[in-house]
């Protein structure tokens, strides 16, 4: 497989062509070069990426980024590819997960991509994994809804799922305090009040932070999730304003 320089001109046409969301130029680029959809470029530190990858990079939310999701797996970009030269080796989906571009994940899923697929960012996980670890709520939920294994502790507190907390902490060996603290922890992150309540009965740690994160569970429950995140982000460099600012 051919891989690119990412200072190739190809490479920074076809990176424009998404990030503006360009049908037309993306398009002609598919017409003129032959198997693009399906090339690499290596980035700066010796890593290379798929031009999925270039889709779902950070933050997301390309202006059509479904619609090129959709032609380039039509013209043979693999949904299951992976990144190389880092420490994880993440698909697309896990890139969309850990965005919360969730129009873009359903593409990629209607596509092929595996919802089980390891190499994430969280814990070397799944992307299930990564949008519950980021927040990214709109995603997980439609990871759950394709079919996602749901059967960690923190999974199911962050998610609300109530009667699946309740099943999982009457597993053998019981989950340890530590157990219950961080899915506490990720109930508050996702606001779950209810789920929250439970596991403070049974002994979580009102205010324990698991060991990825310095938020107590307060923070978390304060904190904006990934998609409105990077929405005010974006509406910031703008040139949007809070009636908060003198």
């Given at each position: 497989?051919?891989?690119?320089?990412?200072?190739?001109?190809?490479?920074?046409?076809f990176?424009?062509?998404?990030?503006?969301?360009?049908?037309?130029?993306?398009?002609?680029?598919?017409?003129?070069?032959?198997?693009?959809?399906?090339?690499?470029?290596?980035?700066?530190?010796?890593?290379?990426?798929?031009?999925?990858?270039?889709?779902?990079?950070?933050?997301?939310y390309?202006?059509?980024?479904?619609?090129?999701?959709?032609?380039?797996?039509?013209?043979?970009?693999?949904?299951?590819?992976?990144?190389?030269?880092?420490?994880?080796?993440?698909?697309?989906?896990?890139?969309?997960?850990?965005?919360?571009?969730?129009?873009?994940?359903?593409?990629?899923?209607?596509?092929?991509?595996?919802?089980?697929?390891?190499?994430?960012?969280?814990a070397?996980?799944?992307?299930?994994?990564?949008?519950?670890?980021?927040?990214?709520?709109?995603?997980?939920?439609?990871?759950?809804?394709?079919?996602?294994r749901?059967?960690?502790?923190?999974?199911?507190?962050?998610?609300?799922?109530?009667?699946?907390?309740?099943?999982?902490?009457?597993?053998?060996?019981?989950?340890?305090?530590?157990?219950?603290?961080?899915a506490?922890?990720?109930?508050?992150?996702?606001?779950?009040?209810?789920?929250?309540?439970?596991?403070?009965?049974?002994?979580?740690?009102?205010?324990?932070?698991?060991?990825?994160?310095?938020?107590?569970?307060?923070?978390?429950?304060?904190?904006?999730?990934?998609?409105?995140?990077?929405?005010s982000?974006?509406?910031?460099?703008?040139?949007?304003?809070?009636?908060?600012?003198?």
């Open positions: 497989m051919e891989i690119l320089k990412h200072d190739d001109p190809l490479v920074i046409s990176v424009r062509a998404v990030q503006t969301g360009n049908l037309d130029a993306l398009r002609r680029l598919l017409n003129e070069i032959p198997g693009l959809a399906s090339k690499r470029a290596i980035d700066r530190k010796g890593g290379t990426r798929t031009t999925l990858h270039v889709v779902t990079d950070w933050p997301g390309f202006p059509n980024g479904p619609m090129i999701a959709k032609m380039l797996m039509d013209a043979g970009a693999d949904p299951n590819a992976k990144a190389t030269g880092g420490t994880f080796s993440e698909t697309p989906l896990h890139w969309a997960a850990s965005s919360d571009d969730a129009e873009v994940a359903a593409v990629l899923i209607d596509c092929g991509a595996d919802i089980e697929v390891l190499g994430g960012s969280i070397g996980g799944t992307p299930l994994d990564n949008a519950v670890g980021y927040g990214c709520w709109n995603v997980a939920r439609l990871l759950v809804q394709r079919g996602a749901v059967d960690k502790l923190w999974h199911a507190a962050a998610l609300g799922m109530m009667s699946l907390v309740e099943e999982l902490m009457t597993t053998n060996p019981a989950p340890t305090v530590r157990d219950m603290t961080e506490f922890w990720q109930a508050c992150h996702g606001g779950q009040r209810r789920v929250a309540e439970y596991l403070l009965s049974y002994g979580a740690d009102i205010n324990g932070m698991p060991d990825y994160t310095d938020q107590t569970p307060l923070d978390a429950a304060r904190s904006l999730d990934t998609r409105r995140d990077t929405l982000s974006w509406l910031e460099s703008k040139g949007g304003k809070s009636s908060r600012q003198s």
